[in-house]
């Protein structure tokens, strides 16, 4: 009988400590007070290199680097910003679909491709320095990456769900269950990830570095727009977050809307209707404040300007059609080809290999070509 009492003192202690111990360490994770800070390239050009364009691109102070898919061999070059010297650093970089770019310290992040067939498509993560040399793998054998965020590179698991990898000690792990098909920034309001699934749905993920470490997945909450009020109506397409306030595309892809939170809801505004005939569907970007888009036959670049509520004409071909593609900063990343019977849409010329690449800045000069 002392014997059982006294095992049942022991028992009654551990549990206490057991039980302490585990509400230190939840508190502990919850104060978790990480800050999701540098960006290894912009959104839209993140959103660009994946998948369905013609040119990768990313950009840092000394350098611009590029992937010309319309050319066979689908050649990685490197511009000098000071002297304008490009230089072949390495070709068959991701494939005929994609090729992730960034910039991430001394390094450049790019992929491989394992092209199987579209359905059987995988990538190899590499990084090289900035002439090309000391390739690193980094991940086998995995989806095209989202983004790299300060130490860790962002990239779906095959399920498709968020995971990430260390880019200093190559370690994995998973992030959240949740589908996120597109990554489209952070809302620094509330430090969450953003992700969209479907051009509709929208998945906020609070990075929690503790929860992280301790395999615990990430809070998630779905932001369905079906529940939003305001005038943005049948909603297809999210450029991004800015500032707090989310920039999406609604009349399925004909009018530039905007959607932020108001008395704990979120409330849509149209800024641009669809009666100017304008379709922004995967033909705008927003960078910086400003979103960058065409007109209605597709020949002249608009800037709108965020703060001032105002557009601007920034850059006008004759004789040409214009496709944005991306935007790094002040700079856009366009295509240009000519409309004719064989080349009904910008993919027909790219097929064909008719398609054009400038850099411009949104004073409308044209920086290089990216030939």
């Not at 860790?152 to 769900?161: I, M, Q, S």
């Not at 749905?201 to 503790?210: G, Y």
């Not at 529940?227 to 707090?244: C, H, P, Q, T, Y």
Request: glycine content about 6%; overall charge positive.
């Amino acid at each position: 009988m002392v014997k059982t009492k006294k095992l049942f003192k022991i028992a009654i202690v551990t549990l206490s400590i057991v039980t302490v111990s585990i509400i230190i360490l939840a508190v502990w994770i919850s104060r978790d007070d990480y800050v999701l800070k540098k960006l290894g390239n912009s959104v839209s050009a993140a959103l660009n290199n994946r998948y369905g364009s013609s040119c990768s691109i990313a950009e840092n102070d000394k350098y611009i680097f590029y992937v010309n898919r319309v050319k066979d061999s689908f050649p990685l070059v490197r511009i000098d910003k000071n002297s304008g010297e490009k230089k072949l650093l390495k070709i068959d970089i991701g494939d005929s679909d994609g090729s992730a770019l960034f910039i991430y310290k001394n390094t450049l992040i790019y992929t491989e491709s394992k092209d199987l067939g579209y359905s059987n498509r995988y990538y190899d993560i590499y990084s090289c320095d900035f002439d090309g040399k000391n390739k690193r793998l980094i991940k086998k054998k995995c989806n095209s990456p989202h983004m790299v965020i300060d130490d860790w590179l962002y990239v779906p698991n095959d399920k498709g769900a968020l995971s990430r990898v260390s880019l200093i000690n190559g370690k994995e792990q998973t992030v959240n269950n949740k589908i996120c098909e597109r990554f489209i920034g952070i809302n620094k309001k509330d430090n969450n990830l953003y992700f969209d699934k479907d051009f509709r749905k929208i998945i906020a993920i609070k990075i929690n570095n503790r929860r992280t470490k301790f395999f615990l997945k990430n809070q998630s909450a779905n932001l369905s727009n079906k529940r939003w009020s305001g005038d943005a109506k049948n909603i297809f397409g999210i450029l991004g977050v800015n500032e707090g306030e989310l920039w999406l595309l609604g009349d399925n892809g004909h009018s530039l809307c905007s959607a932020k939170i108001a008395d704990g809801k979120w409330k849509t505004k149209v800024i641009i209707g669809k009666a100017q005939g304008i379709s922004f569907l995967l033909n705008s970007a927003l960078e910086k404040n400003k979103v960058y888009y065409m007109n209605s036959d597709e020949t002249t670049v608009y800037m709108y300007d965020i703060n001032t509520g105002k557009s601007s004409e920034i850059y006008r071909t004759t004789n040409k059609n214009i496709k944005v593609l991306a935007v790094i900063g002040d700079n856009i990343l366009i295509s240009e080809w000519k409309k004719d019977d064989n080349h009904v849409n910008y993919y027909e010329s790219v097929e064909d290999k008719a398609a054009r690449h400038y850099y411009i800045n949104n004073s409308g000069k044209v920086l290089y070509e990216l030939d």
